[in-house]
C-alpha cells in the first residue's frame, strides 16, 4: 500500500505509514479515480488528516464545560477571532494551492484542548465534509457535523467571503461562539496565506522571526527518552554552527512497529551557538520509538531537509 502523504510503501494491512506517520485508512487506488478529480482529491485527503483528530482520543474527555469556556480576542494577522483563554494554536498541516485552493491547519497546544482541538482555514469553500462525521444541525450559516461513532467529538464549518473555517473539539456551543466572532481583517493576505503556506501560526506571544536558511542539511544528533512513564522523548539536531541563530520549523514524527506515537506537530525553533536544534515531544507516549522522522522548514514552510532513523525501543540516549 503507498503512502498519498510520501509514497512510501508500506504493508497491506498497515494504519499507519511507516515513514512519515500519516493515516492509510483512507487510502484508495489511482485507478478508481477520474483525472478530472484528481486535484480534488488531494484536498479531501488533506481534511481527513486534520480530522483524524477525532478518533485518537484527544478530545473525548471533558464536556463539563461546554458553552462556559472562557474566550478573549486573538489576532492572527489576517482575522481576529475570540478563542480560549490560555490557548495556542500552532501551525501543524498545510496544503500549497495547486491552481485551485489550498489549506492551513493549526492545532491547540494550550488550554481547553479538548474542547477546542483544531482551526483549519481553507480558500476551497464549500469543500466535501470527512465520511467520518455527519450533518447534525445548522446555525445560521453554521454548519454542526458530528461524530459517526457517537463520540462526543465535533467538527464545526463556516463559510465566511469564499473562505471556509473549520472547528474540531468536543464543546460544540464554545466553537459556534468562535466561528461567530470570525472577523476577517487582511483578505488579500489571507488569500495568499491560505494558497500558498502560512503564519498564522503565530500567537500573541510569538516573537517576530530573524534570519532563516535557504538550505540545511541534518548533520548528526541524538534522541533520548527516560525510562518514566511521564516522560517525554527529548531529540537534538545538529546542522552546524554556521546555522547558529537561524529560525526554522522542525516536525518529528515517532512511530513503533509502523504505528505513529504522534501527530508531528510544526515546532518554532532557533539554532543554538553550536549548531544543534532541542526539541522536546509534546508528550510521554506508551511506547519508546523505533523510528523517527525529522523533518525541517524554512520560516515559511518550506521544505529545506529530512532524515530517517532507526531507533532501539528502549530507554536512554541514543546518537545517529
Do not use: W
Amino acid at each position: 500500500m503507498k503512502c498519498p502523504n510520501c509514497g512510501e510503501e508500506n504493508n497491506p494491512d498497515s494504519k499507519f505509514c511507516k515513514n512519515c506517520g500519516k493515516s492509510l485508512e483512507s487510502v484508495v487506488t489511482q485507478e478508481n479515480i477520474p483525472k478530472t478529480l484528481e486535484k480534488n482529491k488531494i484536498i479531501i485527503i488533506a481534511l481527513i488528516a486534520i480530522v483524524i483528530i477525532l478518533a485518537v482520543g484527544v478530545i473525548f474527555a471533558g464536556g463539563f464545560l461546554k458553552g462556559n469556556v472562557p474566550l478573549e480576542t486573538m489576532d492572527f494577522e489576517i482575522f481576529k477571532m475570540d478563542v480560549p483563554e490560555g490557548s495556542n494554536f500552532v501551525e501543524t498541516n498545510s496544503i500549497p494551492n495547486y491552481g485551485f485552493g489550498g489549506f492551513v491547519g493549526l492545532q491547540n497546544g494550550g488550554k481547553y484542548s479538548k474542547e477546542v482541538n483544531s482551526l483549519l482555514i481553507s480558500n476551497i469553500a464549500g469543500s466535501s465534509h470527512p465520511s467520518s462525521v455527519s450533518l447534525d444541525r445548522t446555525e445560521g450559516d453554521i454548519k454542526v457535523f458530528k461524530d459517526n461513532q457517537g463520540r462526543d467529538a465535533y467538527y464545526i464549518v463556516r463559510e465566511l467571503d469564499g473562505y471556509e473555517f473549520v472547528l474540531i473539539g468536543n464543546d460544540d456551543p464554545t466553537m459556534i461562539k468562535m466561528l461567530k466572532s470570525i472577523q476577517i481583517t487582511n483578505k488579500d493576505k489571507l488569500a495568499s496565506q491560505s494558497s500558498q503556506q502560512s503564519s498564522s501560526s503565530q500567537t500573541s506571544s510569538s516573537t517576530p522571526s530573524s534570519s532563516t536558511p535557504s538550505s540545511i542539511s541534518i548533520l548528526g544528533g541524538s534522541f533520548s527518552t527516560g525510562s518514566a512513564d511521564e516522560d517525554k522523548t527529548y531529540a537534538r539536531i545538529n546542522v552546524g554552527t554556521s546555522h547558529a541563530g537561524e529560525n526554522v520549523i522542525v516536525q518529528i514524527f515517532y512511530s513503533r512497529d509502523g504505528n505513529s506515537l504522534n501527530n508531528g506537530n510544526m515546532v518554532p525553533a532557533t539554532v543554538h551557538s553550536d549548531g544543534y536544534l532541542e526539541i522536546a515531544s509534546a508528550d510521554a507516549y506508551l511506547y519508546y520509538p523505533d523510528h523517527a522522522t525529522i523533518k525541517i522548514y524554512d520560516s515559511n514552510s518550506k521544505l529545506l531537509t529530512t532524515k530517517s532513523v532507526s531507533l532501539s525501543p528502549t530507554s536512554g540516549t541514543q546518537t545517529f
